[in-house]
């Protein structure tokens, strides 16, 4: 690869600079810090065009690249140290926990290329799934209704409804029992 001939083709940022840099000061001093509590970080993220339900929780240090790009259902739980790298839309759903340390990335780039294009998927995480602790979830990653992803784990691809994902060879899938 040339990255003197980096490509990040047809993608934007979605706001202007000026937003873009008043949110990065804001997510620094307030959504990243130590301060307890949700009320802040949920009345930023709003403020900034984040769609977010009732009863959500956003715990201290979470790094949100763009929360123009995020959905947040109700009674959802964000954990200490996630970062949320939305340059492409996520979609969290309804009585979701997203544990602590787990990022959760939606860009990469074209190997491929010779110009290390810019690739971009969204990700959606459907009503009551946790994601366990440190989890890091790829580019298109689509997590279906009442699943677990195990402490620790890459996740690319799809999993399906009331699975649990667990490290074994070949990341084996359980069935979970639904309430």
Known sequence: MNLANYNKGEFNAGRGLFTQILWYLLNELIIS?????????????????????????????????????????????????????????????????????????????????????????????????????????APGVTIGTGSVISLGLVVRGKVGEWKILTERKNQHFQERARF
């Open 33 to 137: 810090s130590c301060l307890p509590g949700s009320y802040w970080r949920v009345f930023l993220l709003r403020s900034f065009g984040a769609s977010i339900g009732r009863n959500v929780v956003v715990k201290p240090h979470v790094k949100i690249k763009y929360p123009w790009r995020l959905r947040v259902g109700h009674n959802s739980w964000i954990g200490e140290n996630v970062w949320i790298d939305n340059l492409d839309e996520v979609r969290i759903g309804n009585n979701v926990c997203i544990s602590q340390g787990c990022y959760l990335c939606t860009g990469s780039h074209d190997w491929k290329s010779d110009r290390f294009d810019l690739v971009t998927s969204r990700i959606e995480i459907s009503d009551s799934v946790w994601v366990c602790a440190m989890c890091k979830l």
